[in-house]
């Protein structure tokens, strides 16, 4: 039977949430760790979402994306992060922008924990709590796979473009940067036209897998 509107919240709400809140914040840790303090006196390194949110990347485009399509993302307030303060601009803004992919893929792995625990209780007869918990952890992994891959695409804004930059000779990373403004264009065209999933869906599906294989689900 397919599942009621509500019910998608109740599932895709919390692992949602979590994916791009530390998303954001693995960026300010790992801009900590190089030198740039900012995000910590911003207090933007804290686990409390409410801190994260952007109301329409959070919370509008999620909720239409779930009412409208199979697929989902979204977005938090970006964590301010300096260059200027970073010990080696260039190649540290590369591990800075790559913190967040990374850390959806760890939470992609926990929340494969979650679900391996999920499927052990619903076959122990603990169904009432096995069921929901097995639907969350299914959502979480899909969230987070979808999350940092589809920010690995070298387009900046995106994480995938920032890396890019950093590891460009400078002059062809200004002609990288140039496209900023029209990115979102860019991901909302290639999002109308099927054209994302084409080009992202391969490596989902190949990441999911390995979770499955390497927790033996």
């Not at 709400?13 to 030198?35: C, N, Y």
């Not at 097995?134 to 890396?163: E, F, H, Q, R, S």
Request: net charge positive; charged share 10%.
């Amino acid at each position: 039977m397919e599942p009621t509107i509500i019910q998608k919240i109740a599932v895709w709400a919390i692992p949602l949430i979590f994916a791009i809140t530390l998303h954001e914040v693995a960026h300010g840790w790992v801009a900590s760790w190089f030198g740039d303090q900012t995000a910590r006196l911003s207090g933007r390194l804290s686990f409390n979402p409410l801190k994260h949110i952007d109301p329409i990347g959070t919370i509008v485009v999620p909720l239409l994306m779930l009412v409208t399509t199979n697929f989902i993302f979204g977005w938090a307030k970006p964590v301010p992060v300096d260059a200027r303060n970073l010990r080696n601009p260039k190649r540290d803004m590369a591990f800075v922008a790559l913190a967040g992919p990374a850390a959806n893929f760890v939470m992609a792995l926990g929340w494969g924990l979650l679900l391996k625990l999920a499927i052990w209780a619903e076959g122990n007869g603990y169904v009432w709590v096995g069921v929901p918990l097995g639907y969350m952890g299914g959502a979480g992994i899909m969230i987070n796979v979808v999350l940092g891959v589809l920010n690995l695409i070298p387009l900046p804004p995106l994480d995938g473009g920032k890396i890019v930059m950093s590891i460009l000779p400078r002059r062809w990373a200004y002609y990288l940067s140039m496209i900023e403004p029209y990115s979102f264009f860019i991901l909302v065209a290639l999002l109308v036209t099927n054209m994302l999933g084409i080009i992202i869906g391969p490596f989902v599906y190949i990441i999911i897998n390995a979770i499955y294989a390497v927790l033996m689900i």
